[in-house]
């Protein structure tokens, strides 16, 4: 099917200049050069990982995860090490009971590097991995045709890179960019997914000012993008995302492939429906303050934070809910702002940052108005709930800590510790 | 002090001035460094033994694995006499962050400039609130700084053991020992660690067990810990690597006793973990000494260093460039700079006049122009220096002899310093100056560190001035780095237990609605002094009219993954190599591995991503670049 220059995406255009490759390292002549264990992660950890038929719950018996980090900050592969739900030595080992075990080629953990650290991205293109294979991005696609105008064909200018190929015209060896990996393989990936703000939606290189034409995944493969079981880019965002959503995510998505799992829903802009379908300000632990219409007005303070810059009513994330690692943490329940890093209007939709969102102002003013109804009428109820029915019934309150407290009407009373 | 190169002279009084009669006192031609080897000599001497030698190899690592971010490391070895020739080393990627931060308000440099590094965020994060509070003038009150060092300690709690654990420790694993040092295997099944009694293994063998990647028990429990420190981090911050609390001005974390003891309990479960750490960096080191004495030579460097100090001193920093030189060296960790062993200043303002970076090999630009010929004290500095710094980004195809590398080539008086945690523990054991306290002393010579009981007895231990830098003294350092961290933290605490029975709890300079009021409109500058878990790191803000002008970050890895300068000196990792002996056996030259020189690397702890995106200045968006056919719009 002809598709005329305008409708390519990024990713075909990039791909029109370099041309297909089918030279491959000479793995006899580098030798261990870079593998000092003289042996791959993979055959390494296999003894101990692989299942045995009889706890192998579902088709696979692996997956190769391919993780690279484009341009970024390495921080979704920090927040990946610090999940729980499955963790990630778990998810390698074959130890979260069902799952394929994960062969991860990930630039900061494996122990080979240099072209040896590249021989399964050779397989994979070659069709010769012998297993199904899922692309992981971190980071933004950078717009590499910018870097290598103008330079040399052999010797291109690049903005991100990852190795060396011999795809030189003569067969020499030449710089590999990670968009070239990623459009190479993305076609046959079993499911391509982006990871952090910076891969699902560009992300702070793509803001005003982008010097490198940073992009997103979705932006980069486009709209018609498929992985070969038909599942467009799946994307897990947060800057950094919660760990614990992109493993749940991956394992989601083996759970269904395992075929004991449901089918993950995702929402429209392939986010997983059941953790980005609510706004943080539904779990915020501070959220109740801004039903009282009651706001923080410096830092520190406990109230509710959405006058000092807080987007949480309009920003879809869980952390106040799920904490950042371990349930522990999360922006709002620490008394940090939510700047809305998870979305895709990520920054510079929502700076200066510490200045309340414009859209508040109504809200603020109509909830102040409803608290100022509301938060009495609780302070009455509280007050009369924090006496036990003997107090009640002898008119007292026998505690050492306070005067002893009347039964409050609506006139007096300031919660449990004032009579006057 | 004095300069051994830059053309600068103190006064009596200590005031600094350019010397007189030279017409153009920063030219790479007037202050020449005395180089050990010019690039014509080693490019002979590689010719030389092409010539008659069949076993020199030219290879390019790339990508290094176990290192954050993207590095790749040409060398050129010479296998037959076991030596590395040449070495390049080169950051292979760039972001712009600073293109993107300018003209950008100011308070939003904090959440732009953290996510330069995922590694280590909050240290950027921190670097950038002191960049701005010293252009805006604020100083946080005293509970801010203490909360402050409470979450900069942790987040090393969270660095260090990530790094031995994950990326350096399989380099002295079993999987890696019984592959590529065979003959050191049955010496470590016989060799019996003498901090068995924290560490639990008993022979070097079980302990380089323990190592493996993913299946070892210290690799698997190094990982639990960074989990451990990085809650405490988020209890602070919100979340983790990009902190959500940190402001200009202090910080907005609500704290409560809920807090403190949260922060507390978890800190407390690190002492006995600490203990333990040391004791396995100690037994490596030692049994590789013991075992052949060319391991000191792996990795080595000259003990000379950089360091921008770390943890304020709550009562003395005040935001001011005037008052760096007081409040500076009263931080937990002392600045300063040392060459070959000998401390030669710790005045921040006298590290800054030092300071340059240099762009002939990287690919970036030459600017020109200089803003600035002086600090705000009237101290001369180079028109090389961040604060004038104008780079634009140039891609292009690599040449060693040319442009090889996005990093740059930092340097202090025009010699080649590295930066390190352990760099830390040099500078602070020098100078001792580090405030009183029960749990850190520096001697002089050493650092003595007394460790609170846990489940394991309380102990009192003592890191020693190493002879030279190399691949085991560099991890060595960072393990006892971690504990005095986690010192840091538990005095901090304790301030911060303090200033609350003081009801002295108020954590920010400024509510946001008066620092919005308060953004200057003329012309400012900022320096954020700052530490990572690699050492070294400064941010540099100009603002004008409200506006960011001008923001440069540079980072310890930007200074150890520096390529040559323009008088051929080669960087701290280059240099590294090329002092790194191959032990390793290459009879068969199929088998080389490079595990000496990645030892060598690694050591470093190199920290790419934040290393990599750093250069700019206005008119840095080089559109016109793209006019290829196929090139976006």
């Known amino acids: 099917m002809a598709t005329s220059v305008a409708q390519k995406t990024p990713a075909q255009r990039l791909l029109d200049v370099l041309g297909p490759v089918d030279r491959w390292h000479d793995h006899e002549e580098i030798g261990d050069f870079g593998m000092p264990t003289r042996a791959f992660m993979e055959d390494m950890v296999e003894p101990l990982a692989k299942a045995g038929l009889g706890s192998r719950l579902g088709p696979l018996e692996k997956v190769h995860a391919f993780w690279f980090a484009g341009m970024s900050c390495d921080g979704c ?153 038909g599942v467009p880019v799946v994307n897990v965002p947060g800057c950094p995302p919660i760990g614990d959503n992109f493993n749940e995510t991956v394992a989601a998505i083996l759970y269904f492939l395992q075929g004991f799992g449901p089918l993950p829903e995702f929402d429209e802009l392939g986010r997983p429906a059941w953790l980005f379908g609510e706004t943080v300000h539904r ?67 929502f700076t200066p940052f510490y200045k309340r969102p414009p859209g508040s102002l109504v809200s603020t003013a109509a909830a102040r108005l409803l608290g100022s109804f509301v938060k009495p009428l609780r302070r009455y109820t509280s007050a009369h709930l924090n006496r036990e029915v003997r107090w009640d019934l002898h008119n007292e309150v026998p505690s050492g800590w306070a005067r002893e407290q009347s039964e409050p009407s609506m006139v007096q009373g300031r919660g449990t510790s004032s009579t006057t | 002090m004095c300069f051994k190169n830059l053309p600068v002279d103190f006064d009596e009084a200590g005031g600094a001035r350019l010397r007189e009669g030279i017409p153009d006192p920063y030219s790479v031609a007037t202050a020449i460094p005395q180089v050990e080897q010019t690039e014509e000599e080693r490019e002979a001497q590689i010719q030389r033994l092409m010539a008659q030698n069949g076993h020199i190899k030219d290879l390019n690592m790339d990508p290094v ?44 440099a904090i959440f732009v400039s953290s996510r330069a590094c995922g590694v280590c965020g909050g240290v950027h994060s921190h670097a950038s609130a002191y960049a701005t509070e010293m252009a805006m003038g604020l100083a946080p009150p005293p509970f801010g700084t203490v909360v402050r060092n409470m979450g900069e300690a942790a987040e090393m709690g969270y660095d260090n053991p990530l790094h031995l654990y994950l990326l350096a420790g399989p380099d002295y694993s079993e999987a890696v020992v019984r592959a590529v040092n065979p003959e050191l295997w049955p010496k470590a099944e016989k060799w019996s660690c003498a901090g068995q009694e924290h560490h639990g293994f008993k022979t070097m063998a079980d302990l380089m067990t323990a190592l493996n990647p993913l299946t070892g028990a210290l690799y698997r429990e190094g990982l639990e810990f960074t989990r451990l420190s990085r809650e405490m981090c988020v209890i602070l911050w919100g979340k983790y690597p990009h902190p959500q609390t940190v ?65 304020d001193d709550p009562y003395a920093y005040d935001a001011t460039y005037e008052n760096s030189d007081e409040w500076g060296q009263r931080r937990w960790s002392t600045p300063g700079v040392v060459i070959d062993g000998e401390l030669v200043t710790t005045r921040p303002t006298q590290i800054n006049m030092g300071w340059e970076e240099f762009v002939e090999h990287s690919f970036y630009e030459e600017w020109s122009g200089d803003r600035y010929a002086t600090d705000p004290l009237g101290n001369p500095i180079s028109p090389y220096h961040s604060w004038n710094k104008r780079t634009l980004p140039k891609p292009e195809g690599r040449n060693w002899k040319e442009k090889y590398t996005w990093a740059t080539a930092p340097r202090w008086d025009r010699q080649v310093v590295e930066a390190g ?113 690699r050492g070294w790191l400064t941010h540099y803000l100009v603002m004008d009219r409200g506006k960011i002008v001008n923001y440069q970050i540079t980072t310890p890895s930007t200074i150890n993954a520096s390529p040559r300068d323009p008088w051929g000196q080669p960087g701290p990792y280059e240099q590294a190599v090329m002092r790194t002996p191959i032990i390793e056996d290459v009879s068969d030259p199929s088998k080389f591995t490079g595990i000496d020189m990645l030892r060598a690397i690694r050591s470093f702890d190199p920290c790419m991503p934040c290393t990599t995106h750093i250069h700019t200045g206005k008119g840095t968006v080089v559109r016109e670049v793209n006019t290829c056919s196929c090139g976006v719009d």
């Not at chain 1, 934070?305 to 994330?317: D, F, Q």
Request: some cysteine.
């Open chain 2, 65 to 108: 694995t176990r290192v954050a971010g993207a590095l790749a490391v040409h060398v050129t070895a010479d296998l037959k006499e076991g030596v590395y020739l040449d070495a390049h080393s080169q950051a292979t990627l760039f972001r712009g962050y600073e293109v993107i931060l300018m003209g950008r308000d100011p308070r939003d």
């Open chain 2, 421 to 533: 945690a352990y760099a830390r523990l040099l500078t602070t054991a020098l100078a001792q100056k580090q405030p009183p306290n029960d749990f850190i002393e520096a001697t002089g010579h050493s650092i003595k560190m007394r460790i609170p009981k846990g489940l394991t007895p309380e102990a009192e231990v003592e890191w020693h001035i190493p002879e030279q830098w190399n691949c085991f003294e560099r991890n060595r350092g960072r393990a006892y780095h971690y504990v005095m961290s986690q010192l840091v933290g538990l005095a901090s605490l304790l301030e911060a237990y303090k200033l609350t029975k003081q009801g002295d709890t108020r954590i920010a300079a400024m509510s946001p609605s008066e620092l919005e009021r308060n953004i200057p409109k003329d012309e400012r500058r900022g320096l954020g002094w700052w530490g990572a878990g």
């Open chain 2, 247 to 311: 402001i200009p001005g202090g910080m907005s974390t609500t704290v409560t006793p809920q807090t403190l003891n949260e922060y507390h309990s978890k800190l407390g479960r690190i002492f006995d973990y600490a203990q333990r750490l040391m004791a396995v960096w100690d037994d490596i080191t030692e049994f590789f000494y013991d075992a052949d004495e060319r391991y000191k030579e792996v990795g080595a460097r000259p003990l000379s260093v950089i360091e921008s100090g770390y943890w």
């Open chain 1, 77 to 229: 592969s920090v927040a990946v090490t610090g999940a729980q739900a499955p963790s990630v030595e778990s998810l390698l080992m074959g130890a979260h009971p069902g799952l394929p075990r994960v062969v991860l080629h990930h630039p900061v953990l494996n122990v080979e590097s240099g072209p040896n650290y590249l021989r399964a991205h050779e397989n994979a293109l070659k069709g010769e991995l012998g297993a199904p294979y899922v692309i992981i991005l971190e980071g933004s696609i950078s717009d590499e045709t910018m870097a290598m105008a103008g330079t040399e064909r052999d010797n291109y200018g690049y903005w991100s890179a990852q190795g060396e190929e011999p795809w030189g015209r003569n067969g020499e060896n030449r710089i590999v960019s990670t968009d070239e990996w990623i459009a190479r393989l993305a076609p046959n990936a079993a499911a391509s997914i982006a990871i952090g703000t910076c891969a699902t939606w560009g992300g702070i290189p793509s803001a005003d000012g982008n010097p490198t034409g940073a992009m997103s995944l979705m932006d980069f493969l486009g709209k018609d993008y498929r992985s070969v079981f």
């Open chain 1, 283 to 349: 779990h915020c632990v501070r959220g109740a303050y801004y039903e009282e219409g009651t706001y923080a007005e410096t830092f520190g303070d406990p109230e509710c934070l959405v006058e000092i810059g807080c987007w949480g009513p309009v920003v879809n994330c869980n952390i106040t809910s799920r904490g950042a690692i371990n349930h522990v943490g999360g922006c709002m329940n620490s008394g940090g702002a939510c700047i809305g890093c998870t979305m895709p209007g990520f920054p510079d939709k």
